[in-house]
């Protein structure tokens, strides 16, 4: 995928001018910079959730997943039936949560849980979408160092064969993702 900006702006700020990053297909490639650099804008171009630039995305998936920085979690449901707002198959959606390492916690209602809790709830609603490519904005925001792992292998395992573009802060992201390519912002 080729992401040619010529030029992107929020109202007076200037974001993006004269650039072109690509993403070569099939491989995980990291955004890596600090806050306020345009990390997410790019990766929201590239999903196809942001035209209002100027310029081009070439060969950009039809079927991108998608992982928020807000988990995007309905408060009134279970965990589970968050899940099963994805898909048909309970089943599916119980080893998803295993997957994540929050099996047995399908009964709960978002606020009784932690934040990184919540994450991993929104990576394995994830994990249950087909998809073409991969897009994880700061994927394992709130989650401690085990967490982080479990997280990891759930990801590398569904994003495998599959364009991966995913936003860090942290060079440990860019390890535990297996990142081939890093942009630095």
């Given at each position: 995928?080729?992401?040619?900006?010529?030029?992107?702006?929020?109202?007076?700020?200037?974001?993006?001018?004269?650039?072109?990053?690509?993403?070569?297909?099939?491989?995980?490639?990291?955004?890596?910079?600090?806050?306020?650099?345009?990390?997410?804008?790019?990766?929201?171009?590239?999903?196809?959730?942001?035209?209002?630039?100027?310029?081009?995305?070439?060969?950009?998936?039809?079927?991108?997943?998608?992982?928020?920085?807000?988990?995007?979690?309905?408060?009134?449901?279970?965990?589970?039936?968050?899940?099963?707002?994805?898909?048909?198959?309970?089943?599916?959606?119980?080893?998803?949560?295993?997957?994540?390492?929050?099996?047995?916690?399908?009964?709960?209602?978002?606020?009784?849980?932690?934040?990184?809790?919540?994450?991993?709830?929104?990576?394995?609603?994830l994990l249950l979408l087909p998809s073409?490519?991969?897009?994880?904005?700061?994927p394992f925001q709130g989650l401690d160092?085990?967490?982080?792992?479990?997280?990891?292998?759930?990801?590398?395992?569904?994003?495998?064969?599959?364009?991966?573009?995913?936003?860090?802060?942290?060079?440990?992201?860019?390890?535990?993702?297996?990142?081939?390519?890093?942009?630095?912002?």
């Open positions: 995928m080729r992401i040619t900006i010529e030029e992107k702006r929020f109202g007076d700020k200037l974001i993006f001018s004269s650039v072109v990053f690509d993403i070569r297909k099939g491989m995980r490639t990291a955004l890596l910079g600090p806050s306020g650099r345009g990390k997410t804008t790019l990766l929201r171009i590239a999903a196809g959730l942001d035209d209002d630039f100027i310029g081009r995305v070439d060969d950009r998936p039809e079927m991108p997943g998608i992982l928020f920085q807000e988990d995007r979690l309905s408060e009134r449901v279970s965990v589970l039936s968050n899940l099963m707002a994805v898909t048909d198959d309970r089943q599916k959606a119980l080893e998803a949560l295993g997957r994540v390492g929050l099996e047995g916690e399908g009964g709960h209602y978002i606020p009784e849980l932690s934040g990184g809790m919540r994450r991993r709830v929104a990576i394995a609603r073409d490519s991969v897009f994880l904005d700061e160092g085990e967490s982080k792992k479990i997280a990891a292998s759930a990801l590398l395992e569904y994003s495998q064969g599959k364009t991966m573009l995913f936003i860090t802060h942290d060079e440990e992201d860019v390890s535990l993702l297996g990142a081939e390519s890093v942009i630095r912002l």
